[in-house]
């Protein structure tokens, strides 16, 4: 859950108004909002379709790739934003676009797909709160702690920050989560009894 909520997509779901007005986007702040709202429900609906057919792991290093991306194409215009012509101004959608088709094509339901998938069934009450409860601290820590961060590190450096949080994902994806795809509840943790 520290994956999904410090990839950065979060923070633009809560604040996207403001975060078209932070990068100074060319088409009106409102629109774009509407239009990433629409991609992020087409993308989650594609999502969920092939996440039995792809499996959770190759979804979710492409889930962070495609986050890698747009993350750090979005703190590269941030970066060089006064130098960017106007008829350039339109890249943080497209950037914000690509993040929410990332996220939603992993990160945004597989994590907790995974969470029923891989807690004991003896714990998976408790062990699933306990998680729930991680995942909105997460979600609020990063919510809180947004406008801070770009006070100390400048809005590219936040930005680069969850170009960093989602290259790492991809690493950890890579290599400490197994691939639960066509296995069933006991055999999964049966996985997990020998670790």
């Not at 939603?104 to 709160?129: H, K, N």
């Not at 590190?153 to 930005?159: A, Q, S």
């Not at 790492?168 to 691939?179: D, H, Q, R, S, T």
Request: aromatic share 12%; proline share 4%.
């Amino acid at each position: 859950h520290f994956l999904q909520n410090w990839s950065g997509v979060n923070v633009i779901v809560f604040k996207t108004v403001n975060v078209f007005e932070t990068v100074g986007s060319s088409i009106d702040k409102y629109v774009c909002t509407a239009i990433v709202g629409g991609v992020q429900l087409v993308a989650t609906g594609i999502s969920i379709s092939l996440v039995d057919r792809a499996g959770r792991r190759p979804l979710l290093m492409i889930s962070g790739l495609v986050m890698t991306l747009s993350m750090g194409s979005l703190a590269l215009f941030l970066n060089f934003a006064s130098s960017i012509p106007d008829s350039w101004r339109w890249l943080p959608l497209v950037s914000i676009i690509g993040s929410f088709i990332g996220f939603s094509v992993g990160y945004a339901t597989i994590p907790f797909c995974i969470m029923g998938e891989m807690l004991p069934v003896r714990t998976r009450s408790l062990s699933g709160a306990l998680s729930s409860s991680f995942n909105l601290t997460c979600l609020f820590l990063v919510l809180k702690f947004y406008t801070t961060l770009a006070e100390v590190m400048g809005y590219p450096g936040v930005y680069w920050l969850f170009a960093g949080v989602n290259l790492f994902g991809i690493i950890f994806v890579f290599c400490a989560l197994p691939e639960t795809k066509g296995k069933s509840l006991e055999e999964i943790e049966e996985m997990f009894k020998g670790k």
